[in-house]
């Protein structure tokens, strides 16, 4: 089974193939949002306390929060349904999904750290991703870089993507 473990602090993720069953055996039986202990997987996630949020099966049908069955059941979703976008107004759809309590059937667990263990994991908790976009409203801004009312908002923002985006240039950015 693969781990899709994220890391919401710093916007990282990274996947993980575990092949030994007795070391998954802590998520078994388990339902999404459950929180589990990360010490039986390695000695590398020590300490680290994990969020169950999902996953798919081995034949790609995703886990829907609120449907308890360890296995595949069908049902009639519609707009607003996690699993499902109607195509039409009004549609609805009876689609197969998957209950959301974890089995061995599951090819994909996607977990996030809720918290962090004594030691870094390699590529997820010691990487910093910049946000891609910034905000657009004027006071979300003043309030990201830390401004007062009086201070000009846009010169905030050229700085911003330049130091995000080091490779891109200005001229990019510029309407002709």
């Known amino acids: 089974m693969k ?5 919401p602090a710093n916007g990282s993720q990274k ?9 998954l055996r802590v998520f078994m039986e388990k339902r999404m949002g459950a929180e589990v202990p990360g010490d039986s997987i390695g000695d590398e996630f020590k300490g680290y306390i994990f969020r169950i949020t999902g996953g798919n099966d081995k034949q790609g049908f995703p886990m829907k929060q609120g449907v308890m069955h360890p ?4 049902l009639l979703l519609s707009e607003g349904h996690s699993c499902y976008r109607p195509r039409r107004t009004g549609e609805r759809k009876r689609k197969s ?9 599951l090819s994909v667990l996607a977990l996030s750290i809720v918290k962090q263990g004594d030691a870094d994991i390699p590529g997820l908790t010691d990487v910093v991703h910049p946000k891609r976009l910034g905000p657009k409203r004027a006071t979300k801004i003043r309030k990201f870089f830390g401004l ?8 905030s923002l050229r700085p911003y993507s330049i130091i995000a985006y080091p490779e891109l240039q200005w001229r990019s950015w510029q309407t002709g």
């Open 148 to 155: 007062t009312k009086d201070d000009d908002v846009c010169l």
């Open 3 to 7: 781990l899709n473990i994220s890391y």
């Open 15 to 23: 996947l993980i193939d575990i092949e030994d069953e007795r070391k």
């Open 97 to 105: 999904v998957r209950g959301c309590i974890v089995g061995m059937d």
């Open 71 to 74: 296995t595949r059941v069908r």
